[in-house]
T-cell receptor
Framework: AQSVTQLDSQVPVFEEAPVELRCNYS??????LFWYVQYPNQGLQLLLKYLSGSTLVKGINGFEAEFNKSQTSFHLRKPSVHISDTAEYFC???????????FGAGTRLAVHP | DTAVSQTPKYLVTQMGNDKSIKCEQNLGHDTMYWYKQDSKKFLKIMFSYNNKELIINETVPNRFSPKSPDKAHLNLHINSLELGDSAVYFC?????????????FGSGTQLSVL
């Protein structure tokens, strides 16, 4: 079985500062990893995903994430955040097939002017 | 056109009532899902259907019954509503449910049981 831990429930940051949202996973098999973003009163949208290959994955809105197998981590980063990045961010893991996508508890990113 | 649309957006009802939430996707996807998001934002899958066939059925009370009349629709019926059913319910779809795909989510139905 897989599990996902998002280490920070809230991350406050000033506009134009860099940010890292942390995600660790646990699995006994190979996994696919995802980051989704949820803006207020909306459904989730995919930011990026790691399936295989290069461990650095670039996504939409200037976000990127790095898969680290030895540390079982998939941290999300952005070099310079905007007010509009304020949202809830979810890390998720799947082992493929018809297996379910397991979500972390979410990290609330609050960008302040 | 909205890719995954669910109705209603808000649903306020009394304990003991029966209610339904409808979901439709116009993406031509084979797989659809229902997720429940609690007040702490924790998201948990409830059901998934692939081409009208039930694939995932999590430990959900049997008061919850999904119905998929065709692969573009997955409705959720809830009998005898309880206070603990209050949450936001999200419908989602993906191309074929193989676990490495992007999920497309609806905008959610906020259910409040009084």
């Amino acid at each position: 079985a897989q599990s996902v831990t998002q280490l920070d429930s809230q991350v406050p940051v000033f506009e134009e500062a860099p940010v890292e949202l942390r995600c660790n996973y646990s699995s006994s098999v190979s996994v696919y990893l995802f980051w989704y973003v949820q803006y207020p009163n909306q459904g989730l949208q995919l930011l990026l995903k790691y399936l295989s290959g290069s461990t650095l994955v670039k996504g939409i809105n200037g976000f990127e994430a790095e898969f680290n197998k030895s540390q079982t981590s998939f941290h999300l980063r952005k070099p310079s955040v905007h007010i509009s990045d304020t949202a809830e961010y979810f890390c998720a893991v799947s082992s493929g097939g018809y297996n379910k996508l397991i979500f972390g508890a979410g990290t609330r990113l609050a960008v302040h002017p | 056109d909205t890719a995954v649309s669910q109705t209603p957006k808000y649903l306020v009802t009394q304990m003991g009532n029966d209610k339904s939430i409808k979901c439709e996707q116009n993406l031509g996807h084979d797989t659809m899902y229902w997720y429940k998001q609690d007040s702490k934002k924790f998201l948990k899958i409830m059901f998934s259907y692939n081409n009208k066939e039930l694939i995932i059925n999590e430990t959900v009370p049997n008061r919850f019954s999904p119905k998929s009349p065709d692969k573009a629709h997955l409705n959720l019926h809830i009998n005898s509503l309880e206070l603990g059913d209050s949450a936001v319910y999200f419908c989602a779809s993906s191309q074929d449910g193989t676990g490495n795909e992007k999920l497309f989510f609806g905008s959610g139905t906020q259910l409040s049981v009084l």
